[in-house]
Structures are given as structure tokens and as C-alpha cells.
């Protein structure tokens, strides 16, 4: 029987999906307030040692809280809600689609090694015009349309996206966030202790030491990572240097939203930026590019293609709106940077054929080569450039810088084969999320993580669960199959067959849904979720009686629980029936009161966002 759509969502037995989920955990916490003082703190030197206990304590708390909320699939499907109604959707399937292909690219195994603590990468393009991107700490990228359109190339956009999985990958979010708590709970006691400054220069001086000491240092980081994601991925590996050219050009001359545009020579009180000088972003990508080429190629004047300083060509300006003179440098680099990283010799660029040369990986080098006609010139570059290898030493350098890189992923994956059971159990919870979105692929994806961890707690439940990841992705024999392994394996578990039932129920069976769930009510007749399920199969069956017998059974067991409709609600405790719609009206009486302050506040952030703007332009002028 063809599954009915959206039934796989229906799981509202599971007690994982009655958890409330923390609107504003990804907007940014608010500052900590400090810790109390004892009488204690009152000498200086206590004050100081009380200060780096205090900032200690919260920075293992922080990182604790951010890491544990990263890894929760829940929290990343709220990560894109909380996008797409802040920032909308993009609505130009171009631009869709070119994120969507350079990310597939991008998470392919080969290219990176997700730790165990973490989640798969999950995309977005919204409809922001502002030039950015950004990961949250749950692995969601969010892509603003407006970096799609002002980055021209596949391999800039590549290079932003590798920059932004890096920051995923390391965990970058969480540090900060945790050094943030940390810095500002050690500050606050110190300043208890010693009342050097008022509390508005404690925010201000934990705001730059935020800015400056903790993320900073994690925007080269992830500078490197991308460079090496797009690499690997095929990218030309200029991309980066290109992006950060693109980039200065646009910030410089096109950018006309206060929130892009700051003026260099703008003095400031304290300056808060958080990210590198874009320039000196651009120089340290161009070094990586040299390094990748193993030595050989480098970029004079943001301008000259250089082959061991011997220049080959120049890039040219070509853009209609600005000078893209070092963006197209610096992509011309990076081909010609792919072909000495990948070819061992002069012979394997295929230089000596007859007519002119072309080569699939370096399509802007061979075009350029054949319209200036630098063939020749090329070719006794490049044979000189391999000539001199072994007395400069640069291709061992790069293999050994290789063969490093290869060894730290090798150690990477071993980790990951070597999860223990506490994160097992959380892939295990987070594939059975990932069904409950409907996302089968990430399902299997987390499940046989779980599966081939060597801490795996639970191998039955796991296959039970992977079962019902089968069945959304509506491969049903291959789902009872394994469903039924599970439930041989430990027919103690209640949650073995009431995956099983949820398999016959996607499928359409509810007669064989409903035998499960009875199985689940009499391996363990404390457990509600077991009579619950039976009870929304036996409505669904259109036998209200039996429904209403096990829903009582629900609220005995679990009298807070939100999963019993209103109409059995009201016939089973009219009392408790009273009180829900009270919430309930309570709640949308909130709701709306915190509206109309929305609203009020975007009102007069956006008459303060004009005037800035008004300022700008007229200091502009």
C-alpha cells in the first residue's frame, strides 16, 4: 500500500518530541549575571584566584550546554525555522541550486571527517541581500542570497562555505560562546573584588576581549579549513583569496547598508570587530595557495601570475561595476596551483602535444594561455620549476605537510569509530529525529554511525531504529526486516516494537500497527508510550471506545502530558481539561502582547537603521 504523506511525522508517542525546544538558544544568550561573593572575596589576591575559578567553572559549563545543544537534531530544525522567519527564503532557484550543489560537493566523506559529537551539515539560502553566511552551533549554515549574487564564482562561494563547515566542525561556536560566559564571570567576580571599573566598562572590555582573544583566532582557522574542504572537494583552490578580493571590493565601493560597510579610517571608541582585516585574509590564502603548489606559484602586486617569480600573465579587469583584476589573479593562480599539486611531473601537464593545450582542470589558465599564445612560455616554466624541486625541496615539503593532514584525518575517523556509549545513545536519538523530520538520508546516515561505534549501547533498539529510517525512505521489506531483528533481539524493549508498529503504520497496516503496540503495552504496562500509541492507532482504526480506555491509561501514568486530545482529555479529567485551556489562552494572550512589542521595537530599530544610513552617506558624500 502507498505510504500516505506525512504519516512518518505522526510519532507523537515519543517522549523526545513532548521536549520544548528553546526558542531563542540560537539568537544569542544574554550576558550572565555575576556569581554572589562570599565575605571571603575581599582581599585582592582571593579576588584574583576566585575570579579564574569562577571563569573556569562557566567556561566547563558553557561549553558543556553549547556542545550538547550542537548535537541535537531538534535544535537544528529550530536553527532553520528561526532563519526562515527571521530572514525568509531566497525565492531565485539559481541561486538555490548552486548552493545545493557546491554543499553536496563540500559533505562528501572524502572531504572532511564529522567529529562523533556532531551533527551532519544542514543548509539554507535565505532572502538577506547583506553579504554573509554563518553556522550555527547546531551545524546549520545559513546562506544570505546576497553573498550567492556578489561572489561570481563556484569556487569563492566554496571557499566561504568550507570557512563556515570549519567553524562546525571545530566546535568554534561553542568555544567562544563558553570563553565569552567564562571571561565575563571571571571579570565580574575580579571587579567585585577589587571595583576597578563600573559594570558598562565590564561589558565593553568582555565584548572586545570576545571580539579580539576568542574569535578572531577561529576566523584564521577557519580560513585554513575551508581552504583545504574546497581543495579537496575539486574547487580551485584560489577560490579563498579570490573571495576576500571580491570582498574587499565590495565593502569598499558597493556596500551601502551600515551593517556591511565600515569606514577604514573611521575612528572608534573601542573597535569590536570580530573578524581579520580583510587584506591580510587575503595574503594569508594566497601563501596557502603557494604552499599547495608546492612552492611554485604566487600573485605580485594583487596583479602577476608568477610562476618561482618569473611572471606568467596578469589578471584583467573585466567586471563592468569594479576592478576584479586581483579576484581573476588570483583564480588563474589557483589553477595553475592544481596542476602543480596534482601533476608529479612537467610531462603529465601534456604540454609537448601539438596545437594548442587545454586542460579540464585549469579552464581559465588554458583559455588565457591560448589567447596570448603563452604556450611555449609556459611549458619552460613550468620544466624549469620541476628541475629545481629536488635542490629546493618543496614537492617533499608538501608531501610531508600532506601526509600530516592525511594521518589527522585517519586519527579523526578513528575517533569517530570509537565513540562511547553516551554518543552512540545521541546518534541513535538523533537519527530517530531525523525520521521524525522525514529525513530519511541523515536517518541512515546517524544510525549506522551508531551502529559501527564500538561503545554502542543498545544494538537492538539501534536496528529497530534504523528500520524505521528505512521505512521513511519507504523502503518497507528492508524496514520489517530489520524491524524484526530488533524486536527477536530484546523483546523486553518496549520501544523495539513500537518502532515496528510505526513501520506497519507508515505502510498503511493498522491492524498489525496495533498488534505491535499491544506487544509494547504488555512487555512493560507501566511505560505510557505504549498505551498512547495504541490509543491514536485505535482512533485512527475509528474505535474511539478502545481509544479512550488507553488514553485514561496515559493519564494516570504520565498526567502531564500534553499528547491527549482535547475531546478524551475533557472526558477523562475535566479539571485538568479546564486548566489546558486556560494555558492555552494565557499563552496567545502572550503571544500577541509580545508581538505588538516586536513590532513597536522593529518599528524604531528601523527609523534608527535609516538614520544611520542618512549619516553614513552624507559622511560619505
Same mark, same amino acid.
Given at each position: ?21 528553546? %526558542? ?5 544568550? %544574554? ?39 550542537? !548535537? ?86 566554496? %571557499?566561504v562555505l568550507g570557512h563556515e563547515m570549519t567553524h562546525g566542525i571545530e566546535h568554534h561556536s561553542a568555544e567562544v560562546y563558553a570563553k565569552t560566559m567564562a571571561a565575563y564571570y571571571g571579570?565580574?567576580?575580579? !571587579? ?57 571590493? @565590495? ?138 624541486? /629536488? ?60 551502529? &559501527? ?86 482512533? /485512527? ?26 475531546? @478524551?482529555?475533557? /472526558? ?6 479546564? &486548566? ?5 489562552? /494565557? ?35
Amino acid at each position: 500500500m502507498k505510504m500516505r504523506e506525512g504519516m512518518f511525522l505522526q510519532s507523537s508517542w515519543r517522549k523526545k518530541l513532548a521536549r520544548a525546544i528553546a %526558542a531563542a538558544v540560537f539568537a544569542g544568550a %544574554a550576558a550572565a549575571a555575576p556569581l554572589p561573593v562570599a565575605e571571603a572575596a575581599s582581599g585582592t589576591g582571593w579576588g584574583i584566584a576566585a575570579s579564574a575559578l569562577s571563569g573556569f567553572l562557566a567556561y566547563k559549563s558553557g561549553l558543556s550546554m553549547m556542545l550538547d545543544i550542537g !548535537n541535537n537534531a531538534h535544535y537544528q530544525q529550530q536553527s532553520l525555522w528561526q532563519d526562515k522567519k527571521a530572514n525568509g527564503t531566497d525565492g531565485n532557484a539559481r541561486d538555490v541550486a548552486i548552493i545545493d550543489g557546491i554543499m553536496t560537493r563540500l559533505t562528501q566523506p572524502d572531504v572532511f571527517v564529522l567529529p562523533a559529537d556532531a551533527l551532519p551539515f544542514s543548509w539554507h539560502v535565505n532572502d538577506s541581500a547583506l553579504f554573509n553566511a554563518a553556522c550555527y552551533p547546531t551545524d546549520y549554515i545559513s546562506v544570505n542570497r546576497g553573498l550567492v549574487r556578489i561572489l561570481g564564482h563556484e569556487a569563492e562561494i566554496a %571557499a566561504v562555505l568550507g570557512h563556515e563547515m570549519t567553524h562546525g566542525i571545530e566546535h568554534h561556536s561553542a568555544e567562544v560562546y563558553a570563553k565569552t560566559m567564562a571571561a565575563y564571570y571571571g571579570l565580574s567576580l575580579l !571587579n567585585m573584588a577589587t571595583g576597578v571599573m563600573d559594570w558598562q566598562q565590564l561589558q565593553k572590555l568582555t565584548a572586545y576581549s570576545s571580539a579580539k582573544l576568542f574569535t578572531l583566532p577561529t576566523e584564521y582557522a577557519a580560513d585554513a579549513g575551508g581552504f583545504q574542504l574546497a581543495a579537496r572537494a575539486g574547487f580551485n583552490p584560489g577560490g579563498g583569496a579570490a573571495a576576500m578580493a571580491r570582498m574587499t571590493a @565590495y565593502l569598499k565601493d558597493e556596500s551601502r547598508d551600515f551593517r556591511e560597510y565600515q569606514d577604514p579610517k573611521e575612528k572608534t571608541d573601542v573597535n569590536y570587530n570580530d573578524h581579520p582585516d580583510t587584506e591580510l585574509r587575503e595574503a594569508r590564502l594566497m601563501k596557502m595557495l603557494t604552499d599547495y603548489s608546492a612552492g611554485h606559484v604566487t600573485v605580485e602586486a594583487r596583479k602577476d601570475v608568477c610562476i618561482d617569480g618569473t611572471r606568467l600573465l596578469s589578471g584583467a579587469f573585466t567586471a563592468e561595476t569594479y576592478d576584479d583584476t586581483a579576484e581573476n589573479a588570483y583564480l588563474l593562480a589557483g589553477e595553475l596551483g592544481r596542476l602543480f599539486h596534482d601533476c608529479r611531473t612537467a610531462e603529465a601537464w601534456g604540454l609537448g602535444a601539438a596545437g594548442d593545450w587545454e586542460n579540464a582542470k585549469a579552464p581559465l589558465l588554458t583559455a588565457a594561455v591560448r589567447q596570448q599564445g603563452l604556450k611555449d612560455t609556459l611549458r619552460t616554466l613550468v620544466t624549469a620549476a620541476y628541475a629545481g624541486e /629536488e635542490k629546493s625541496g618543496a614537492r617533499k615539503k608538501l608531501d610531508a605537510a600532506e601526509a600530516k593532514e592525511h594521518a589527522a584525518l585517519a586519527k579523526a575517523y578513528d575517533a569517530v569509530l570509537a565513540a562511547n556509549a553516551k554518543q552512540a545513545k545521541r546518534m541513535r536519538m538523533n537519527s530517530d529525529i531525523y525520521s521524525d523530520l522525514g529525513d530519511s538520508r541523515k536517518a541512515l546516515w546517524m544510525i549506522d554511525r551508531a551502529l &559501527a561505534a564500538k561503545g554502542l549501547d543498545d544494538h537492538a533498539e539501534s536496528l529497530g531504529i534504523r528500520g524505521r529510517a528505512l521505512a521513511v525512505a519507504g523502503d518497507f521489506d528492508g524496514a520489517l526486516q530489520t524491524a524484526d531483528a530488533a524486536c527477536a533481539e530484546d523483546p523486553k524493549n518496549v520501544y523495539n516494537f513500537l518502532n515496528r508498529a510505526d513501520i506497519y503504520w507508515m505502510k498503511g497496516d493498522l491492524a498489525a500497527a496495533i498488534s505491535d503496540a499491544s506487544q509494547a503495552v504488555a512487555a512493560d504496562e507501566k511505560n505510557a508510550d505504549g498505551y498512547l500509541m495504541r490509543a491514536i492507532l485505535t482512533d /485512527e482504526a475509528g474505535d474511539c471506545d478502545g481509544a479512550l480506555v488507553d488514553y485514561q491509561k496515559v493519564h494516570e501514568l504520565a498526567p502531564a502530558s500534553e499528547c491527549i486530545p482535547d475531546e @478524551y482529555l475533557k /472526558e477523562i479529567d475535566a479539571k485538568a481539561y479546564d &486548566a489546558r485551556v486556560k494555558k492555552r489562552e /494565557e499563552a496567545a494572550k502572550a503571544a500577541a502582547e509580545a508581538k505588538k512589542t516586536e513590532a513597536q521595537k522593529s518599528t524604531s530599530e528601523s527609523a534608527e537603521k535609516a538614520q544611520k544610513t542618512t549619516e553614513k552617506e552624507q559622511k560619505r558624500t
